[in-house]
């Protein structure tokens, strides 16, 4: 009965249909490829009109973005080549951390900095450990250098270190 089912429904569909004068079935069938003309838009060519438009508006920003990315990085090739031509002997990287250490307000917190071969000895007393960080990761990214030891020890206060790290100059190139 189930096979049947689909069969009858077909059957009672062409004898409805049959039974519909001439012009109901022009008006039932302009309706239907109306309807499904609509149907095409609304699920194929809608979307992909509306994708094209947004993405020629976002277009032209995108590229500009691009642009200044590569404008970006240029400069800071530049500046790399630049910092490690500027940063040649550990007397100058001995300089260029003072002068970090400063600008980021620990030069108060500083205990010792002295310079051995190749090899510079930072150490700070009682320092805000957040200050500290931002200090040292900055510095390294300026001044090329490797941290070759680092010992922080918590003072009593919260969020307040002593900190020991041995720096390593960049290798000269030949």
């Not at 109901?24 to 309807?35: C, D, S, Y």
């Not at 993405?55 to 590229?63: F, H, S, V, Y």
């Not at 030891?149 to 960049?170: H, K, M, Y």
């Amino acid at each position: 009965m189930s096979a049947r089912a689909p069969a009858a429904m077909l059957e009672n569909g062409v004898r409805w249909w049959a039974s519909l004068q001439s012009r109901e079935r022009r008006v039932l069938g302009t309706g239907a490829v109306l309807l499904g003309l609509a149907l095409v838009w609304l699920l194929a060519f809608e979307p992909a009109w509306v994708g094209r438009q947004k993405l020629q508006a976002e277009l032209p920003k995108l590229r500009a973005q691009v642009a200044q990315m590569e404008g970006l990085a240029a400069e800071a090739r530049r500046l790399s080549g630049q910092a490690s031509q500027a940063a040649d002997s550990p007397q100058q990287l001995k300089g260029l951390l003072e002068q970090s250490i400063e600008a980021a307000g620990l030069k108060g917190s500083l205990s010792q900095l002295t310079v051995s071969g190749e090899l510079i000895d930072v150490r700070f007393k009682g320092v805000p450990f957040a200050a500290w960080l931002g200090w040292f990761d900055g510095a390294l990214r300026e001044t090329r250098l490797r941290a070759v030891d680092v010992a922080i020890e918590r003072e009593t206060a919260p969020g307040v270190v002593s900190a020991r790290l041995t720096l390593e100059a960049p290798k000269r190139g030949p």
